[in-house]
């Protein structure tokens, strides 16, 4: 495929940031958070915050983090009926120990606002899957509550992985950093990152293989929580997985594409 999805993802991304930042400026979001503290202290501003890797981190077990996401660059539109709270709460009420919330708004048709009422009615932990290029979007994700947020290793280099995590900490967000290819793994296993997803899909051409977490899973150290993300649709998938030694699975468009959520949940986890 010629077109490279992601450079042109990270690109748009960075044109909306800066945007953003006329917008809400960094040093108003600070102010803000500040104020939503009982001490003043920017890591305790919220007090509804989730511990999210303790949530599926569970012994002997596949934890699933369950996506909401309406839409992807390569398959347009997946779900028309989309209402984030009702998916969130199926996902919940199934049995889901934390959920996923896309907040990318041109290319998955996601917003922040979804993140922010989804956590006001569920109560797992949510993550903001979004293509975070910028400290600015950290303190975002701390403002609209997210437990979480993904970092995605193949556009980040070492040393902004590391500042990433430094500011995620003192703002109380834990950080999912992810990869595809062996080089970024090095990148992601490099940093502190408690939290490393194995993402079957390329996200340069999109291209999916549930094998790659069979290849890069053997890199990855025992004390690290480790998630599959993409490409996974069946129970013989998640038997798969289980049998590597994945801690959790991330799925979203498989769910999405059904129309009884809860049955397809079930079928696949084997619950």
């Known amino acids: 495929m010629a077109e490279n999805f992601l450079d042109k993802i990270t690109a748009t991304k960075q044109k909306e940031v800066e945007e953003a930042k006329l917008k809400l ?18 890591k305790n501003h919220s007090a509804i915050k989730r511990n999210f890797a303790n949530s599926i981190n569970i012994p002997d077990k596949i934890s699933l983090i369950a996506e909401i996401k309406k839409a992807s660059p390569s398959k347009g539109i997946i779900r028309e009926d989309f209402n984030p709270v009702k998916i969130a709460k199926e996902y919940e009420a199934v049995g889901a120990q934390a959920l996923s919330v896309l907040t990318d708004k041109q290319f998955f048709s996601g917003d922040n606002s979804f993140l922010g009422r989804v956590k006001d009615n569920v109560k797992i ?9 910028d ?3 950290i ?16 556009i980040l280099d070492k040393k902004k ?28 296993l490099a940093s502190k990152a408690r939290l490393i997803g194995i993402n079957n899909r390329n996200l340069a051409t999109f291209e999916v293989d549930i094998k790659t977490a069979g290849r890069l899973i053997k890199n990855i150290p025992k004390d690290r929580i480790i998630i599959s993300e993409s490409g996974i649709k069946t129970n013989d998938d998640i038997k798969y997985l289980k049998a590597l ?7 979203g468009e498989t769910f999405m594409q059904s129309r009884n959520i809860a049955g397809k949940v079930k079928e696949v986890m084997g619950w």
């Open 245 to 251: 030694g994945i801690n959790a699975v991330l799925i």
């Open 125 to 133: 932990p949510v993550l903001r899957k979004d293509f975070i290029v």
């Open 25 to 42: 400026p960094q040093a108003k979001i600070v102010k803000i958070l500040q104020s939503l503290s009982p001490d003043g202290k920017l």
């Open 139 to 154: 303190y975002e994700s701390a403002l609209i509550e997210a437990d979480c947020i993904l970092l995605i290793a193949e």
């Open 161 to 188: 992985i590391d500042d990433f995590l430094f500011t995620a900490a003192m703002l109380n967000v834990e950080v999912l950093v992810e990869a595809n290819t062996e080089e970024a793994l090095n990148k992601a």
């Open 135 to 137: 400290e600015y979007q």
